[in-house]
Structure formats: structure tokens, C-alpha cells
């Protein structure tokens, strides 16, 4: 069935360096996709997004990568902050005729001082 | 500035008991979307409204489960007959009319059922 997954539960990083967070995804229908940050308690916040016309969108400190050969998507974040620390998760629309949004495991990436 | 408001916070109940749980989405946010979230896990997609018509309901895991909305305002999720295994946080979303695109989520309700 569709379904997105992530490779990674659990990615520690030393602040300072890059952090990548990959995802999976299964339909290659799919032609958007959006990376969510949660923090502890609260509701995830959009942080990028990319559409399936797109391999590479960049934002503030973030880049989005977008492979549709291999289906796989990854959030690159240059110079891990603690601020950082949080539950990341990849969605896929995967079918541009609704609005449904399927969401990843999530991986939670912990940055060391 | 309001973002999307949910209530209550936090719910206990006991297992049977039926619960509402209400969110409040940004004004002029036509698309409204309900999410579980289980301990350590993703989101798993419950319903999907478009102004108060809900379009998607495909995600609602058995009959116990009901929302609706009014206008393009104020939602409320049913669980009636609650049980253990509905104990989660359950995530309200709103999007702009504009179509795909950002959603904005609320806080979160946790509930637990005993």
C-alpha cells in the first residue's frame, strides 16, 4: 500500500555540523511533498516544501532533495543549532486530486553540544 | 494572531465514555484536516474537510469515529465508546483556500482512555 518511511529513527549530530534526514516514499504518483519539524508537545511545523517538478529547493539552512528515480527524499540542514533537536517528518500528496497528505514515522534527531 | 486553537489540552476518560474534541482553525482556512498521532509514531490521516463538506473520510478507523464542521469554522471530532487503544493525540491542521500548500497545526488534544 502507500505508505512513506524514513531510514533513520534516531540521527545524533554534533552542533556546528550538516544534518541529513532521508525518506522514502512509495508512489511514484506522488508530486508533492513537505518536511515537518516537531518539537516535544507540540504540533508539527512546515519547514520546507518541494514538488515533484522540483529535485532541489533550498530555504533558510535547509535544503530539500528530491529524487523521483528512486522515490527518496532528504531534509539537509547546514550548522545543526540545539534549537534543531526535534521529531522530523516527510509527507507526500499522492494524488494531486485531493488534499490528503500521507506522513512518515518521523525521525528524531538530537544535536550534541 | 491566532493560529489553529484546539480543546481541551489534555482528556482522561474512561473506557466506554464518549468525548469531543473541538479545533478552531485560522480564519479565511478553508480546508480543515484531522490527525492521530500514537506515542513515537507519524500521523495517521482521520478526515479531511473542504469548507464543511468532507470530501475524505477515509482515515476514520470504525464507526465509533465521526466529525463535522461548521461552515468554514469551528470542528469537532467524535469518539463515541471510547477505547484503550484510541489514547493518542489527536492534531487538527488548516490550509489556506489556495490549495496544496502549508498546513498549519494545532497543539494537539491528548487523550487517554483507561
Known amino acids: 500500500g502507500e505508505s512513506v518511511g524514513l531510514h533513520l529513527p534516531t540521527l545524533s549530530v554534533q552542533e556546528g555540523d550538516n544534518s541529513i534526514i532521508n525518506c522514502a516514499y512509495s508512489?511514484?504518483?506522488?508530486?508533492?511533498f513537505i518536511w515537518y519539524k516537531q518539537e516535544s508537545g507540540k504540533g508539527p511545523q512546515f519547514i520546507i516544501d518541494?514538488?515533484?517538478?522540483?529535485d532541489k529547493r533550498q530555504g533558510q539552512r535547509v535544503t530539500v532533495l528530491l529524487n523521483k528515480t528512486v522515490k527518496h527524499l532528504s531534509l539537509q540542514i547546514a550548522a545543526t543549532q540545539p534549537g534543531d533537536s526535534a521529531v522530523y517528518f516527510c509527507?507526500?500528496?499522492?494524488?494531486?486530486?485531493?488534499?490528503?497528505?500521507?506522513f512518515g514515522t518521523g525521525t528524531r534527531l538530537k544535536v550534541l553540544a | 494572531g491566532a493560529g489553529v486553537s484546539q480543546s481541551p489540552s489534555n482528556k482522561v476518560t474512561e473506557k466506554g465514555k464518549d468525548v469531543e474534541l473541538r479545533c478552531d482553525p485560522i480564519?479565511?482556512?478553508?480546508?480543515l484536516y484531522w490527525y492521530r498521532q500514537r506515542l513515537g509514531q507519524g500521523l495517521e490521516f482521520l478526515i479531511y474537510?473542504?469548507?464543511?463538506?468532507?470530501?475524505?473520510k477515509s482515515g476514520l478507523p470504525s464507526d465509533r469515529f465521526s466529525a463535522e464542521r461548521t461552515g468554514e469554522s469551528v470542528s469537532t471530532l467524535t469518539i463515541q465508546r471510547t477505547q484503550q487503544e484510541d489514547s493518542a493525540v489527536y492534531l487538527c491542521?488548516?490550509?489556506?483556500?489556495?490549495?496544496?500548500?502549508?498546513?498549519?497545526f494545532g497543539p494537539g488534544t491528548r487523550l487517554t482512555v483507561l
Open positions: 508512489n511514484s504518483a506522488s508530486d508533492y
Open positions: 491542521a488548516s490550509s489556506s483556500p489556495r490549495g496544496l500548500g502549508e498546513q498549519f
Open positions: 480564519s479565511g482556512h478553508t480546508a
Open positions: 509527507a507526500e500528496n499522492p494524488n494531486s486530486g485531493t488534499y490528503k497528505y500521507i
Open positions: 518541494i514538488r515533484s517538478n522540483m
Open positions: 474537510f473542504q469548507g464543511n463538506s468532507a470530501p475524505d
